[in-house]
Nanobody, 120 residues
Framework: QVHLVESGGGLVQPGGSLRLSCVAS????????MAWYRQTPGKERELVAT???????NYADVVKGRFTISRDNAKNTIYLQMNTLKPEDTADYYC??????????????WGQGTQVTVSS
């Protein structure tokens, strides 16, 4: 059974940084693209960043230049380094393991989420 466990969320002041981690079990992430999503109450879950098997990354425009997704296949883990955080980055952040279809990234397995709050 596949499990994704996120950690690293918390409260941070505007302009600050956080690093989220997602550890996978029950599956070897080497062969899969992965992603980070986020969601705020009343809104749909939005794709934040993706990382392909070979390490190619892609970002939502609102986080480009501030967030960095990375993967450590030896640790079966992906990360999301978030810098220059803004109050509008406040959300629950979710790790995902998936694939690619004709319309882009396809989410498959979800973690339970980790909360990020950016506030002074």
């Amino acid at each position: 059974q596949v499990h994704l466990v996120e950690s690293g969320g918390g409260l941070v002041q505007p302009g600050g940084s956080l690093r989220l981690s997602c550890v996978a079990s029950g599956i070897i992430i080497t062969s899969y693209p992965m992603a980070w999503y986020r969601q705020t109450p009343g809104k749909e879950r939005e794709l934040v960043a993706t990382i392909r098997i070979a390490g190619t990354t892609n970002y939502a425009d609102v986080v480009k230049g501030r967030f960095t997704i990375s993967r450590d296949n030896a640790k079966n883990t992906i990360y999301l380094q978030m810098n220059t955080l803004k109050p509008e980055d406040t959300a629950d952040y979710y790790c995902n393991l998936g694939g690619y279809g004709v319309s882009g990234y396809r989410p498959t397995y979800w973690g339970q989420g980790t909360q990020v709050t950016v506030s002074s």
